[in-house]
């Protein structure tokens, strides 16, 4: 699901032209197996789901998944503590409240999350886009290895970085800021409907599970909505050789110009959109709820 999921934002491409072989690139046969996982991506995304075990096995669509998973935990733990701190500096420091400080606040913090964990998800995308039989990377260790060696160094871990905090900005902060709406709204309007004393301070009201999970979900989908363009264009900078087309993709400006220009907005900014939706929805639906239920796990309320 990693992979698929990586792999449908990318436009569907026309047959592969004749280019000189780029430094770095991979040979004909990669090529050739990028180009037709690109071509199935066009019908949708049952067919991306059908396709890619047929191509690479079931494991095909984990690929990436380990530096996920090692992302993951760094990631979460930063951007939930960065929240609360940003939150706090802006309320005490700044004199800023009302839903405005949740926006400032969640911005901040997925920015700062994004640049921490950077190189991990710049390791999983390139793993992820490996096809069978022509793996440049034997791993995760190899890959950074590999990386630092041909790519410039430590900069080359940080390709497509500006993409990425300026989709992330919106997208975390529109995260938290509807999150926070959502709960505020509901507990003030409808306490007994929706709300429950929390369990470690029976005097603050903290939603149901299920509401939790709803509203969690509302918010990942609006997020993901507001900010995939920026997703889109942080993916094809990533691949940097991998994709062929590579040479008008270097620049996060150059990059969205091309996606528009070959592809437009639905079918190329917007390109695997629903099945991100299938991933990020359920994703930021437990993440919050997870986040609500350990404040009161660890007696913050």
Known sequence: MAAAAAAAALPAAD????????????GPTARR??????????GGVFSTLRAVPQKEGYLGLYKGNGAMMIRIFPYGA??????????????????ISG????????????????????????????????????HTYTGIIHAFKTIYAKEGGFLGFYRGLMPTILGMAPYAGVSFFTFGTLKSVGLSHAPTLLGRPSSDNPNVLVLKTHINLLCGGVAGAIAQTISY???VTRRRMQLGTVLPEFEKCLTMRET????????????????????????????????????????????LN
Not at 15 to 26: E, K, L, N, V
Not at 100 to 124: E, K, Q
Request: charged share 15%; with cysteine.
């Open 33 to 42: 197996d990028f180009y037709w996982l690109r071509s199935f991506l066009a």
């Open 256 to 299: 969205m110009k091309y996606v528009y220009g070959n592809h437009g907005i639905r079918r190329g900014l917007y390109r695997g959109l629903s099945l991100n939706y299938i991933r990020c929805i359920p994703s930021q639906a437990v993440a919050f709820t997870t986040y609500e239920l350990m404040k009161q796990f660890l007696h």
């Open 99 to 134: 839903h405005v400080h949740r926006l400032m606040a969640g911005s901040m913090a997925g920015m700062t999350a994004v640049i921490c964990t950077y190189p991990l998800d710049m390791v999983r995308v390139r793993l992820a886009f490996q096809v069978k039989g022509e």
């Open 15 to 26: 047959p592969p032209p004749a280019i000189p072989q780029a430094a770095g690139a991979a």
């Open 229 to 231: 363009p920026f997703d």
């Open 78 to 95: 930063i951007q939930f503590m960065a929240f609360e701190r940003y939150k706090t500096f802006i309320t005490t420091k700044l004199g």
